[in-house]
T-cell receptor, first 116, second 112 residues
Framework: GAVVSQHPSRVICKSGTSVKIECRSLDFQATTMFWYRQFPKQSLMLMATSNEGSKATYEQGVEKDKFLINHASLTLSTLTVTSAHPEDSSFYIC????????????FGPGTRLTVL | ELKVEQNPLFLSMQEGKNYTIYCNYSTTSDRLYWYRQDPGKSLESLFVLLSNGAVKQEGRLMASLDTKARLSTLHITAAVHDLSATYFCAVDSDSGTYKYIFGTGTRLKVLA
């Protein structure tokens, strides 16, 4: 149990286009999901906390108008990178929080975004 | 500022040797998580440590947690090449927001 999927796993797009990444909890409900980005040889950086039915909470320095997050159901959160530029190229990882007692996050397989 | 520091950042070791990775943190969290990441892949959960004194073992890896010292260790016994990966620890933030704070990561290379 506790499987999280992401789609797509890899995307290449032109500068100026928008890209949507989906994060799904497959066998549990997740009122809270998280979006991270990771640059090569670095740790994970939290971008935002996605809350079902309410607005996402963004970390300091993350542009909410550029990284749109929607958490419309208990099993799906989406991250849309708007007007993508080469500096947005990164590895994006989502996670979902399942059990309140443990606060454990389960991580998706990641999405590799390359902006040309 | 809340911090999670891992030591060492890089580790190159021979097969068959033992070594320990340290994770120091500044939050008051009594839970700590260890993950493994292979190149180009996402995180794989290794251990969830839920209380002071917790010790868990899986194969050649053993993790422990001392919440009083705010320290966790990941001990590797008789390393094999397949253990080569980056290892991250993470703790709950103090803010009650369910966020994790990740450590800097330890890149382990086991030489055959």
């Amino acid at each position: 149990g506790a499987v999280v999927s992401q789609h797509p796993s890899r995307v290449i797009c032109k500068s100026g286009t928008s890209v949507k990444i989906e994060c799904r909890s497959l066998d549990f409900q997740a009122t809270t999901m998280f979006w991270y980005r990771q640059f090569p040889k670095q740790s994970l950086m939290l971008m935002a906390t996605s809350n079902e039915g309410s607005k996402a909470t963004y970390e300091q320095g993350v542009e909410k108008d550029k990284f749109l997050i929607n958490h419309a159901s208990l099993t799906l959160s989406t991250l849309t990178v708007t007007s993508a530029h080469p500096e947005d190229s990164s590895f994006y990882i989502c996670s979902a929080r399942r059990d309140p007692a443990y606060n454990e996050q389960f991580f998706g397989p990641g999405t590799r975004l390359t902006v040309l | 500022e809340l911090k999670v520091e891992q030591n060492p950042l890089f580790l190159s070791m021979q097969e068959g040797k033992n070594y320990t990775i340290y994770c120091n943190y500044s939050t008051t969290s009594d839970r700590l998580y260890w993950y493994r990441q292979d190149p180009g892949k996402s995180l794989e959960s290794l251990f969830v440590l839920l209380s002071n004194g917790a010790v868990k073992q899986e194969g050649r890896l053993m993790a422990s947690l001392d919440t009083k010292a705010r320290l966790s260790t990941l001990h590797i016994t008789a390393a094999v090449h397949d253990l080569s990966a980056t290892y991250f620890c993470a703790v709950d933030s103090d803010s009650g927001t369910y966020k994790y704070i990740f450590g800097t990561g330890t890149r382990l290379k086991v030489l055959a």
